[in-house]
């Protein structure tokens, strides 16, 4: 692991009268081929990103939006959750330590009013809940409302074997027999408010119930996008990764969001980029390309 990239930063920026905040728990291995699907390595790799192992260190990026209404926090990481081997074939970072760094970032877990999960994926959940010392399952975050689709939901329960390895029951069905989680039915392509000025907006391809964070404010838009677009080196619509249950709609869907992105400056925060959390998204002669967005305030944690 290259220390370099293991430490990220608490980063900060603001957005018309809100506060985005960067805190990411610490990140994973993924493997390149899985990563880029069908793309050949020559196109992919070039500048390498892959070490010898092909394997490539990505971030695991929650995004805090703090104003008037309240404190939301999208993504919660990997957790503590994990077994050893999951651990261990998952290539996670074994130190758990997200719940304090956000806490020392200025987001400790009783000040959360909402948690939004893009998709149930163990990457973007594990931090939803904790285990208790008795072997109870309860939430991390104890005030917040929690929310998910209900599309997400029926698959993750459905326990398909193409990808029932990547739901682990614990991080949601607690909230939900608790009452913390609420499903939404939001239609694909629609979006749907969940506090003044931030809403859901359901762009399946990854997964079926997949929904991106639109957050507005003063004029300025940005979108915490998920694995529609999971790092700035996915930009170019057709590549994919292979974890991706509806590739087709992955590439329409994209394609229609880095338009918009690039025509309405929007920022784009991605879930898994080790580097940038966040760029802006730029489209000549056709093509797609990100600017940086430096942040306003950069902590080490
Ligand atoms: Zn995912």
């Not at 969940?194 to 507005?216: D, S, W």
């Amino acid at each position: 692991m290259n220390p370099e990239i293991a430490h990220p930063p608490v980063r900060r920026l603001a957005l018309g009268n809100l506060e985005l905040i960067s805190v990411g728990d610490r990140g994973y291995e993924l493997d390149g081929g899985a990563f880029f699907n069908v793309v050949p390595k020559a196109m992919w790799n070039a500048p390498p990103i892959a070490d010898e192992r092909n394997l490539i260190w990505c971030g695991l990026n929650s995004l805090i939006v703090r104003g008037d209404a309240g404190t939301v926090l999208i993504e919660t990481g990997c957790g503590d959750k994990l077994t050893d081997k999951q651990m261990r074939n998952w290539r996670v970072d074994p130190r758990r330590d997200y719940l304090e760094r956000l806490a020392a970032a200025g987001v400790a877990p009783d000040t959360v009013d909402v948690v939004i999960n893009t998709h149930l994926h163990y990457d973007h959940t594990g931090w939803n809940t904790v285990r208790r010392g008795d072997g109870r399952v309860v939430a991390a975050f104890p005030r917040a409302r929690y929310y998910t689709q209900r599309t997400e939901l029926e698959h993750a329960r459905r326990r398909h074997p193409r990808d029932a390895v990547s739901f682990l029951a614990d991080n949601y069905e607690p909230l939900l027999a608790s009452g913390q989680m609420e499903v939404l039915d939001t239609a694909a392509g629609s979006a749907h408010e969940l506090r003044p000025g931030i809403e859901v907006l359901r762009l399946p391809g990854h997964t079926r119930g997949m929904q991106a964070v639109v957050i507005r404010s003063g004029g300025q838009t940005a979108c915490y996008i998920s694995d529609l677009l999971p790092t700035r080196w996915h930009l170019k619509p057709t590549w994919l990764m292979s974890f991706d249950l509806f590739p087709l709609e992955t590439v329409d869907n994209k394609q229609a969001f880095l338009e918009r992105a690039a025509r309405e400056d929007w920022l784009v925060a991605f879930p898994h980029d080790p580097d940038w959390p966040w760029a802006r998204v730029e489209q000549n002669a056709g093509r797609f390309a990100w600017r940086p967005e430096p942040a306003t305030r950069e902590s080490a944690e």
